[in-house]
Nanobody
Framework: QVQLVESGGGLVQPGGSLRLSCAAS????????IGWFRQAPGKEREGVSCITSNSGSTSYTDSVKGRFTISRDNALNTVYLQMNSLKPEDTAVYYC?????????????????WGQGTQVTVSS
């Protein structure tokens, strides 16, 4: 069964850090580009970051550049999102998704498999 499972979310104070993980089962994550998306209450889901299958290219939405870092360990079938200097506006449910394309994209239509999401809350 194809599955993506996110973990690592939680409650953190502004300025804090979290590392999200996206673990794949039922398919080889290394063949796919992986994107992280988020959806805040009352807002549409937006692309946060993505990484190509060989880690050769990454991209970030402007609001997280310099604070978030995406990486992957294909041997562990896992992708990570290191989030530093978190702000209240980063509060959202974070999803990872897998795409068969060989470039970075934050277009949701390019993504085939989706996880269930993990909640990130940034609050004092």
């Amino acid at each position: 069964q194809v599955q993506l499972v996110e973990s690592g979310g939680g409650l953190v104070q502004p300025g804090g850090s979290l590392r999200l993980s996206c673990a794949a089962s039922g398919f080889t994550l290394g063949y796919y580009a992986i994107g992280w998306f988020r959806q805040a209450p009352g807002k549409e889901r937006e692309g946060v970051s993505c990484i190509t299958s060989n880690s050769g290219s990454t991209s970030y939405t402007d609001s997280v550049k310099g604070r978030f870092t995406i990486s992957r360990d294909n041997a562990l079938n896992t992708v990570y999102l290191q989030m530093n200097s978190l702000k209240p506006e980063d509060t959202a449910v974070y999803y990872c998704a897998a795409s068969p394309v060989h470039w970075t994209t934050m277009s949701e239509s390019a993504y085939t498999y989706w996880g269930q999401g993990t909640q990130v809350t940034v609050s004092s």
